[in-house]
Nanobody, 117 residues
Framework: QVQLVESGGGLVQVGGSLRLSCAASGSIFKITTMGWYRQAPGKQRELVATISRGGTTGYVDSVKGRFTISRDNAKNTVYLQMNSLKPEDTAVYYC???????????WGQGTQVTVSS
């Protein structure tokens, strides 16, 4: 089993920055790719960024150049540095982890990010 706990969400103004953290516990040795998703009101959950065990990253076009995903394997933690925040970034952000030899993934409880103008 894997447990994921997000933190770092909050209220920021347009153009501000925020850093989200996702701490993993449990069978961390089984974790492969981790990612951040977000879900805005009235919209479906979308993939924002991913990072593999080896550090390969990927981003949705709307956040490229503004968001950075990173991973500290020693601390079993992934981060999402969000800069130049826009109102459309407002959403609940969820951490996700893939596990070897399992078809399903694990989710954190989510953390609210609100960008006000």
């Amino acid at each position: 089993q894997v447990q994921l706990v997000e933190s770092g969400g909050g209220l920021v103004q347009v153009g501000g920055s925020l850093r989200l953290s996702c701490a993993a516990s449990g069978s961390i040795f089984k974790i492969t790719t981790m990612g951040w998703y977000r879900q805005a009101p009235g919209k479906q959950r979308e993939l924002v960024a991913t990072i593999s065990r080896g550090g390969t990253t990927g981003y949705v076009d709307s956040v490229k150049g503004r968001f950075t995903i990173s991973r500290d394997n020693a601390k079993n933690t992934v981060y999402l540095q969000m800069n130049s925040l826009k109102p459309e970034d407002t959403a609940v952000y969820y951490c996700n982890a893939g596990v070897i030899d399992e078809k399903y993934t694990y989710w954190g409880q989510g953390t609210q990010v609100t960008v006000s103008s």
